[in-house]
């Protein structure tokens, strides 16, 4: 069987099923081919089920890219005010939560719901456990399924990145753009927990559950949340949010005691010791974590020398990761198609005509918080009104 659109958009997520909304509203017949038994299976678990869907402080800034201005003209012309409207009209209730960050109150499911409706309302027609065997492009492109081909003269690639594989994540989308010739910057993990080494492992990991607020930095940049112990490292917000920015081999900076002073009133105290230590350090730390550093990093005396340097160690633990949890742990995919080879404006190859690449697939990644998701729907729908 062979079925014709103006439009078939591989990959039923997020910016996948914005697109389709976006170019179905403007007349276009528009087909979803999704491999999965259902669309929006990424969407479904997000934010712990209750789907991170925007922030409110949304900049060009809280965006990851080779190409750190690609992402300003979508994001523009698609804010989180248009996304809050269309929840809004869907009557779905939401809440914000921290720092910007909207949740649905219910569940993810009334996103995945809205967007269906929206996609049934746009005649949008949507084809799941529908893996995709071969693309060609000839005067157009043309998709062969198990027993069904599909031919249109725009193909939008939305088929995400390599995060949380067991979810069916593939290089799909990679290996089509460089079947057409278009460069791919290296995925890899982002917003992602950090393992400890060996040594910091036996130190801290029987601590697992402990979080408290930090300050984690590398060179250039530096987040402000929480850091939560793991039984293999470290995560928690201030974690994921740096690990986008951490490379193998380098160090990891944590201020365990953001704005605090900690050993200032021991420095002026005629009774210094391990004890007097502690019981300063748990006034900033959980108390079991507050053993657990001060047991490690203990001075040689009690000077004021020596509380200095210690202050300096606290506000600058160094740590040097083995290695990030990977694929299966990360949040999103950083790298993906090179931005120099697509249209800001349309998320068009500038290569191939008619040929899209939207959402995590694209060397664009967000900082934790409903970034990505924003992405999704403002490159989806750059490309949906492009169609």
Partial sequence: MAIKYDAVILGGGAAGLMCAIEAGKRGRRVAVLE????????????????????????????????????????????????????????????HEKTLGQLFCDRAARDITDMLEAECRAASVDIFLDTAIQ???HSTEFTLHAADTEFSAPALVIATGGLTIPKMGATDFGYQLARQFGIKIR?????????????????????????????????????????????????????????????????PLRIDLAPDREVFALLRESSTRSAVTARAALQLALPNRFATRWLDAHLPPRWTNEDLARLEKKLH???????????????????????????????????????????GEVVDVTGHLGGFNFQWAWASGAAAGRAL
């Fill in 134 to 136: 071969e693309v060609r």
């Fill in 316 to 358: 600058q633990w160094t740590i040097a990761p083995a290695a990030t949890e990977g694929f299966h742990k990360a949040e999103v995919t950083l790298g993906g198609v090179d931005t120099d080879e697509l249209s800001s404006k349309t998320m068009e190859s500038r290569k191939v005509r008619g040929l899209f690449f939207i």
């Fill in 186 to 250: 290296e995925p890899r993990p982002a917003l992602t927990p950090l393992l400890f080494g060996a040594l910091d492992r036996s130190t801290y990991c029987d601590l697992a559950g402990v979080s408290t607020e930090v300050i984690a930095s590398t060179d250039h940049h530096a987040f402000r949340e929480a850091m939560l112990i793991t039984h293999q490292g470290l995560s928690g917000p201030a974690i994921l949010q740096i690990s986008s920015y951490w490379n193998k081999g380098e």
């Fill in 35 to 94: 491999r999965a038994a259902r669309v929006g299976k990424k969407i479904l678990i997000s934010g712990g089920g209750r789907c991170n869907f925007t922030n409110l402080h949304c900049r060009p800034e809280n965006f990851i890219s080779a190409n750190p201005h690609f992402a300003k003209s979508a994001l523009a012309r698609y804010t989180p005010a248009d996304f809050i409207a269309l929840v809004e009209s869907h009557s779905i209730p939401y």
